[in-house]
């Protein structure tokens, strides 16, 4: 199966519910996958992912805030007359550890899943108001909360690599092979 524009970084303008809702189901997979040990790391995985600024636990927590934001600020535009949002992301999300982002990723992406399940094609062009934005249709505000989210999860998988990379040029060198 090919790649997702969200998957590549690329612009989400013409993204549509049904990809939205491809990226936000595949978002719990790819986090857990970003925060996997591999083979030949220095440090523990935890340590790994809480090292940095911002760290990859950083990442996941404004992952799990767009996540939730899906679910609040659709929901809110489909029951409310044009509600009107001071911001994209009240606050980022928190938790302790892999295993308790992991896990309130993949409830927040079951939630955010089923808002966007409850939409019917007509209903996406009701609005809302985003201060700093103006008036903007459910599916722009789907499309940018998704864009925030996949640009977490690319944080994520950056500060993994970064904490790697900056572990490994730390690690004493590894002997080889006397053969």
Same mark, same amino acid.
């Given at each position: 199966m090919g790649e997702g524009p969200w998957q590549r $970084?690329?612009? +989400? !303008?013409? +993204?549509? /519910? $049904?990809?939205?809702?491809?990226?936000?189901r595949s978002f719990p997979r790819r986090l857990r996958e970003a925060l996997a040990p591999e083979e030949g790391d220095q440090r523990s995985v935890e340590d790994l992912a809480? !090292?940095? !600024? /911002?760290?990859?636990?950083?990442?996941?927590? &404004?992952?799990?805030?767009? +996540? #939730? &934001?899906? &679910? =609040? @600020?659709?929901?809110?535009i489909r029951l409310t007359d044009e509600p009107t949002f001071s911001s994209w992301v009240t606050t980022a999300g928190t938790t302790r550890g892999i295993r308790g982002i992991t896990e309130a990723v993949d409830e927040a992406a079951r939630e955010a899943a089923a808002a966007i399940t409850r939409y019917e094609?007509?209903?996406?062009?009701?609005?809302? @108001?985003? =201060?700093?934005?103006?008036t903007l249709t459910a599916v722009d505000v789907l499309r %940018?909360?998704?864009?925030?989210?996949? $640009? !977490?999860? *690319?944080?994520?998988? *950056?500060?993994? %690599?970064?904490? #790697?990379?900056? $572990?490994? &040029?730390?690690?004493? /060198? *590894?002997?080889?092979? /006397? *053969?």
């Open positions: $970084g690329e612009p +989400l !303008s013409e +993204l549509g /519910p $049904g990809d939205a809702l491809a990226a936000v809480s !090292s940095g !600024s /911002p760290s990859a636990l950083d990442h996941a927590g &404004a992952l799990l805030a767009a +996540l #939730r &934001a899906i &679910a =609040e @600020r659709l929901d809110r094609d007509l209903v996406w062009l009701r609005t809302a @108001r985003v =201060e700093g934005e103006g %940018h909360l998704v864009e925030l989210a996949a $640009g !977490s999860l *690319r944080g994520v998988e *950056r500060a993994m %690599h970064d904490a #790697r990379r900056a $572990g490994q &040029a730390g690690a004493a /060198p *590894r002997p080889t092979d /006397p *053969r």
